[in-house]
Structures are given as C-alpha cells and as structure tokens.
C-alpha cells in the first residue's frame, strides 16, 4: 500500500493540499480580507465545527482586529451533503451595523450558507460576505452568492483534514486528504 494513504474509520485518504498551500493561501487571504474591510468594524462568523482551524490561523494572519463569533450548524452527514440544515446555535453578538465574515471551512451545495446568511440578516449588519477555505464549484447549487473570498476551489471529492471530519475524525490533520474511489451517497 502506498505510505502515504492513511485510513479514517472505514476509509481510505490520500494527500490533496499540503500544510504549505493551506498556509501560504491563507495568509493571501488574510491580505485581501485586511484591504477589503480597512477601517470597518469587523466581525469573523466563524462556522463551527468544521472552520476551527482555519478561521484561528486565518485571524492571526490579519492585521485588522477582527472580533470573533463562533455559529453552529450541522448538515452533513457522512460524505454527502444532506441538502438541509439542522441545527443552528444562535448568534449571540450583536451584529447591526457590523461588517460580518462568514468564515467556513468548505462550501459544497451552498445550502448551509444560504440558509446562515438569512438568518445573519435578521440580525441588520452593515454587510455579510462568506470567506471559505474550499469550494466545490460543481456542487453548488447558486441559491447563496457564490463565497467573496475562496481559498481553493475544488473538484466534487470527499476531502478531511484541517478541521474538516470523517465521522467526526480527521480534523486535527495539518493537511487536506481525498477519499480514495468517492463513492457518492451512501
Ligand atoms: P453544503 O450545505 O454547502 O452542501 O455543505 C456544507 C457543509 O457540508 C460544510 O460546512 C461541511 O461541514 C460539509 N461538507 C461539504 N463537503 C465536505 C467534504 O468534502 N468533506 C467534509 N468533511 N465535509 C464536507
Ligand atoms: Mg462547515
């Protein structure tokens, strides 16, 4: 078996972005973002559980002084998108006349985004952009805007690794891994 393969419960994984293009497209978006909102109030949405990682190096990478908010949603399940969301763990900031940065891990159909960026507008900030690590232009559905700020966009692949999970594993992984043979909706 090849070494570099590692196994996260029933599966497979082998190496798609390294620790170095993880840390290296963040500190360009750490930039574009410190430009994008210089001299606004800015709060960082961070959506949990799967933008732990990325939105804490992201933070220590800007120059601005973002506040930080954590929101929780759950809307996936195994490796395909469940197309609704189920939890949602209140906002409890408050956000008007605020500039907020969604900060998510990955944007697959765009379903959970959609869905938080109505409920951050009930909420009346100045503005609400999404900043994510990943996107899977193929999977996205165009209900939400597509993501301000992207990281990677991304084939339609299961990915794990810096904060994103295989049942609930892999997240702590300094790296970004692809399943071996996607199979899709199980
Ligand atoms: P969406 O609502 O855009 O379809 O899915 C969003 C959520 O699904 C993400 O925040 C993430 O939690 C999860 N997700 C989507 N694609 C992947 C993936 O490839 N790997 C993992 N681990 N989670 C994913
Ligand atoms: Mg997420």
Same mark, same amino acid.
């Given at each position: 078996?090849?070494?570099?393969?590692?196994?996260?419960?029933?599966?497979?994984?082998?190496?798609?972005?390294?620790?170095?293009?993880?840390? =290296?497209? +963040?500190?360009?978006?750490?930039?574009? *973002? &410190?430009?994008?909102? %210089?001299?606004?109030? #800015?709060?960082?949405? @961070?959506?949990?559980?799967?933008?732990?990682?990325?939105?804490?190096?992201?933070?220590?990478?800007?120059?601005?002084?973002?506040?930080?908010?954590?929101?929780?949603?759950?809307?996936?399940?195994?490796?395909?998108?469940?197309?609704?969301?189920?939890?949602?763990?209140?906002?409890?900031?408050?956000?008007?006349?605020?500039?907020?940065?969604?900060? =998510?891990? +990955?944007?697959?159909?765009?379903?959970? *985004? &959609?869905?938080?960026? %109505?409920?951050?507008? #009930?909420?009346?900030? @100045?503005?609400?952009?999404?900043?994510?690590?990943?996107?899977?232009?193929?999977?996205?559905?165009?209900?939400?805007?597509?993501?301000?700020?992207?990281?990677?966009?991304?084939?339609?692949?299961?990915?794990?690794?810096?904060?994103?999970?295989?049942?609930?594993?892999?997240?702590?992984?300094?790296?970004?891994?692809?399943?071996?043979?996607?199979?899709?909706?199980?």
């Amino acid at each position: 078996m090849n070494g570099q393969h590692i196994q996260i419960a029933d599966r497979q994984f082998i190496p798609f972005l390294s620790e170095k293009e993880i840390q =290296e497209k +963040i500190a360009s978006l750490a930039e574009a *973002i &410190d430009v994008h909102y %210089k001299g606004k109030e #800015l709060v960082l949405l @961070a959506v949990l559980n799967g933008s732990f990682l990325f939105c804490s190096d992201l933070v220590r990478q800007m120059q601005c002084d973002a506040s930080i908010s954590f929101i929780r949603v759950k809307s996936y399940f195994k490796t395909q998108s469940s197309g609704r969301v189920d939890e949602v763990l209140g906002i409890h900031e408050d956000l008007k006349d605020k500039h907020v940065l969604v900060v =998510e891990d +990955i944007v697959d159909t765009g379903t959970t *985004i &959609d869905k938080l960026l %109505k409920i951050i507008q #009930l909420h009346q900030p @100045a503005s609400v952009e999404v900043c994510s690590l990943l996107f899977k232009k193929d999977a996205f559905l165009g209900t939400a805007e597509m993501p301000k700020f992207i990281g990677f966009s991304i084939p339609n692949l299961f990915v794990v690794g810096y904060g994103l999970d295989y049942m609930e594993k892999g997240r702590k992984l300094k790296e970004i891994y692809q399943i071996v043979d996607s199979v899709k909706g199980q």
